[in-house]
């Protein structure tokens, strides 16, 4: 028998609001919930604000979520400690992030299911089973073997631009490497890559839409941000991409090939192949995770080198420190903003007590610029011994598994940008959509001497 959703007992899942007073007397000045606060990137004096204040924090929720506040963690310690103790800090207990995908009157029903029934949500054997099964793809020699690929791919995209000297980075380059390297690893055909493109803007505004449905149904909004049009295109891109994943996994089923798709539809699981819930949110967990985060570390690697040009100035004369730089890139970066964690029972973490199914979350951004870790944490510094120690994939048995790809990737882009493109730089305004989960840069220009 295939193991049964866990979205099913989500539906029936209470989460608690704070059992305990807060341990520390401090208002926040900011609110996390707010996803207009990480449209100028990630608010980082927040984050040290509230480390030094409060680092275990009880942030009320806005009034119209449905669910009751959550503990913010903002210190390393802490967030050390909550990822590798799953037995407390279960990833399955409950489920979502920060914020519910909305009310069930307005939630996109398949969203909300998928965004829970895949392997970040579970706990247990069943988790390190399904991890297993993703694990050949990226072991070193699949690795070794994907990075050739990249190499001709980063070259490709690279002479589109070279002769006109500006491009928006995002479009040209940050979003066609993952979705190429993805796709290589899935086994998505050619013809069919170019969607992802789309369908992964949209999962970027996904909160934006859900918060602005959850406004206008508890009476909190007259008129929606966003209109009714946008909102059924969201919908119909969503659907799209639900049922490609669908019918793609249904094929490798069928027809097994070599590739990370087929190790999925065909994995059997205690005793069974996984079901339809666990096949599509698996599908949207790898084209998410592997996509966007990799996409947003590209184009954040840019400003760090527009913002630090001493620190270009060491990279272009020693590219031996590729792969440092890779790893202070992604500290200061911290593509994924945060994910939860629910307790299980009642505990202690630093001074603070908590209760049984409250709702934790991780500030891997705050972690990655904790000042008892990283010295000058601010300061983007290519040579730092410890860049490695940070936080940004996660830590315990939930740690990234595309680690190795995105550090790759990061690397081979960034050689060929400074080989041929020494100058390439930030050239004009960013753009950054309303989203506390994932830093989506959604627009980056940038100019650069072009080639005769
Ligand atoms: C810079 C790039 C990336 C960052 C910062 C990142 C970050 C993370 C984080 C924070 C987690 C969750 C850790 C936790 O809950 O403890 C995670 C899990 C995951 N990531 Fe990544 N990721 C990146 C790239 C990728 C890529 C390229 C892929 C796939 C090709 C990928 C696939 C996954 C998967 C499947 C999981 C779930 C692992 C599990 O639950 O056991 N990620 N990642």
Redesign the pocket.
């Known amino acids: 028998m295939s193991y049964p959703p866990i979205s099913e007992t989500a539906l029936n899942t209470i989460i608690k609001s704070n059992a305990y007073e807060p341990y520390y007397p401090y208002k926040s000045p900011i609110d996390l919930y707010d996803i207009h606060q990480f449209t100028n990137g990630q608010p980082f004096s927040a984050y040290d604000e509230l480390r030094e204040n409060s680092p275990i924090y009880f942030q009320k929720p806005p009034e119209w979520d449905v669910e009751p506040g959550a503990w913010m963690l903002t210190s390393y310690k802490d967030i050390m400690e909550v ?1 590798s103790n799953p037995a407390i800090f279960s ?1 399955q207990a409950s489920t979502g992030n920060l914020m519910t995908l909305g009310n069930p009157e307005t939630r996109h029903p398949k969203l909300w299911q998928t965004s829970i029934d895949h ?2 949500n579970l706990d247990g054997s069943f ?1 390190l089973d399904l ?1 297993r099964e ?1 694990m050949p793809f990226f072991k070193p020699g699949y690795v070794d073997e994907l990075h050739k690929k990249v190499e001709i791919k980063v070259e490709v995209l690279l002479d589109a631009i070279a002769k006109v000297g500006k491009s928006n980075l995002v479009k040209d380059l940050s979003q066609q490497i ?1 979705i190429f390297t ?1 796709s290589e ?1 899935l086994g998505i055909p050619e013809e069919d890559r170019h969607k992802l493109s789309t369908w992964m803007e949209f999962l970027e505004l996904a909160q934006y839409f859900a918060a602005e449905g959850m406004k206008k149904t508890q009476g909190k909004t007259e008129e929606m941000e966003v209109d009714t049009s946008m909102i059924e295109l969201f919908e119909n891109m969503i659907g799209e991409m639900f049922e490609y994943g669908k019918h793609i996994l249904q094929e490798k089923r069928l027809n097994p090939k070599n590739d990370l798709l087929s190790a999925i539809a065909n994995a059997e699981l205690g005793g069974a192949k996984l079901s339809q819930e666990y096949l599509d949110g698996s599908w949207l ?2 084209i998410f ?2 996509n966007d ?2 996409r947003n ?1 590209i184009s954040g690697a840019i400003k760090l080198l527009t913002e630090f040009p001493e620190q270009k100035k060491k990279l272009l004369n020693n590219l031996d420190l590729l792969p440092n730089f890779a790893q202070e890139t ?1 500290r200061m970066v911290s ?2 903003i945060h ?1 939860r964690r629910t307790t299980t029972c009642e505990t202690t973490l630093g001074n603070q007590k908590l209760g049984k199914g409250e709702k934790i979350i991780m500030w ?1 951004g705050a972690a990655n610029r904790d000042p008892s870790i990283f010295s000058n944490p601010n300061l983007f510094d290519i040579e730092r011994e410890n860049a490695a120690k940070h936080l ?12 190795p ?2 550090l790759m990737q990061l690397k081979e882009v960034y050689k060929q940008i400074l080989t041929r493109f020494p100058d390439m730089q930030m050239d004009g305004d960013w753009k950054v959509a309303p989203n506390n989960f994932v830093h989506a840069i959604q627009e980056m220009p940038v100019s650069f001497t072009p080639e005769k």
Do not use: D, E, Q, W
């Not at 940004?392 to 680690?403: D, E, L, Y």
């Open positions: 990822s990833s392997m970040l988790h991890r993703h993952p993805l690893v967990l790898i995770a592997g985060t990799t570390s992604i593509p994924v994910m891997y940004a994939f996660g830590m315990g048995r939930h740690t990234c598994i595309g680690k790809v995105a």
